[in-house]
């Protein structure tokens, strides 16, 4: 069992939080992203920036059991469906019954957009946000190292 962040769009904070974890429990950390962005990871993989380049990596490096953290739904519902388990940046776990509703709404807001709407942008990023990372990758980790 492994972590991989998916670190194009990782705040540093989850970062930090997700290298605690993987040492406190003895597991793998795996960050990848392309190389316009600068990581300090001991496993680093660095990919072009090209398009899904880097979700196709951790598509390919994913396996059943290890946790992603990622904040792509689309990305989210292909590791689901390797028995990945995974996690936004927010804390937010995504499970495989409330996926397809989430990909729904991803995809009437595009529409949206494509007509001309404006849909709001993420909000900052709180210390209950990363306490709320915290607690919900502590879970992911216990069920999977219960479970694998």
């Known amino acids: ?3 991989i962040v998916d670190a194009d769009a990782c ?3 989850v970062l930090m939080i997700c290298k605690q974890a993987a040492a406190e429990n003895n597991l793998q950390l ?3 992203a392309s190389f316009n ?12 920036d090209s398009p899904q380049e880097t979700d196709i990596k951790i598509v390919n490096l994913a ?5 992603v953290v990622t904040q792509d ?8 469906g390797k028995g990945a388990g995974v996690i936004s940046p927010t804390g937010r776990i995504f499970r495989a019954k409330t996926i397809d509703f989430l990909l729904e709404e991803r995809e009437a807001k595009a529409k949206f957009r494509r ?3 404006r849909t709001k942008g993420p909000r900052k990023r709180t210390s209950e946000d ?3 990372f915290v607690s919900a990758l502590k879970t992911l980790i216990n069920q999977r190292l219960t479970k694998y």
């Open 37 to 48: 962005h600068h990581i300090n990871s001991d496993y680093h993989l660095v990919v072009g």
């Open 130 to 132: 990363d306490e709320r």
């Open 11 to 13: 705040p540093k904070t």
């Open 115 to 117: 007509a001309g709407g």
């Open 73 to 80: 739904w689309g990305l989210a519902a292909i590791l689901l």
């Open 63 to 67: 396996k059943k059991g290890d946790i």
């Open 30 to 32: 795996c960050t990848v």
């Open 1 to 3: 069992m492994k972590i």
